[in-house]
Structure formats: C-alpha cells, structure tokens
C-alpha cells in the first residue's frame, strides 16, 4: 500500500508539466569522465569549474575523459573521436567540442577537436600542449596539474 501511495504522489507531482515550463539543465559531471578517481573533491571541483567557464567561450567545450585503460581494439584516435561525435548538441549550444582523453596505464593523451574548432587549434597546435605543457607534467606524476594547465 505504501509503494501505490508513493506512486500515486509522484504521479500526481508530474501529471502537468507544460512543455514550455521544462528547461534542461547540465548535471557537474557533464564535462568529466573520471573513470579512476584521479583527482580529489577540490582538484575535482576545480577542473570542472574551469571546463564549465570554459563552454562559455567562443573556442569551444571541452570534455575531458580519464581512463584506466582504452577499450579492447580501440586507439586513442578511435576513442576519442566516437567520444566526441557521441556528444550531442542541445538545442542553443555551440558546435564546437574539443575531447580530451587520458589514458594512464598505456601513457596516452589526445585532444581531439571538431571541424569548427580545428581550424583555431590545429593537430600540430595540440599536439604541442600535449608534449610541451601536459606529458612533462604526468611524467613527473602530477596528472591533476599538467591536466589543469592544459585545459
């Protein structure tokens, strides 16, 4: 009785929703896929506030995933590019996307950018924030610092 009593509320709650009343509203993790728990709360907080700020830019949103390792089969190319194709635009939000993918156990960093945001950075242009900026970083194991800067 307990489990039709609740039902009923909810559904009484949601019954009228007018389609002009909904609005959609992008949950904090919507930039970060941190599949193992690389960073703490606050190093967490803060790389999502900085891919936040930075969607709000004209260069584009960046997602960022953290793997352990790629899928069986995949490159980092692969992955990467299915990732941020499989990112839809909701309606009145930019094109461009730029994915970046880090991959701990096979080394692996890739920025990937859609075909509005490669003209601006360039594979040549990524790759070097990869080599110059991210990858001294990890090397010296600081993952959450070479990330931050190069977002």
């Not at 950018?113 to 090397?139: A, G, Y």
């Amino acid at each position: 009785m307990k489990k039709l009593t609740a039902y009923l509320l909810l559904l009484g709650c949601c019954w009228y929703t007018p389609a002009q009343e909904l609005s959609v509203t992008l949950p904090k993790e919507h930039y970060l896929r941190d599949d193992v728990g690389l960073f703490d709360r606050e190093q967490r907080g803060v790389i999502i506030s900085l891919l936040e700020k930075q969607s709000k830019k004209s260069l584009g949103r960046i997602y960022l995933d953290i793997l352990e390792k790629l899928p069986a089969g995949q490159s980092v190319e692969e992955y990467a590019r299915r990732r941020l194709n499989d990112r839809s635009r909701l309606p009145g939000e930019k094109a461009d996307k730029i994915m970046l993918v880090v991959v701990l156990k096979d080394k692996m960093v890739r920025m990937e950018t859609s075909r509005d945001v490669s003209p601006v950075l360039s594979d040549e242009f990524c790759h070097q924030v990869n080599r110059e900026i991210m990858i001294p970083k990890f090397k010296a194991g600081n993952y959450y610092a070479g990330i931050k800067a190069g977002i």
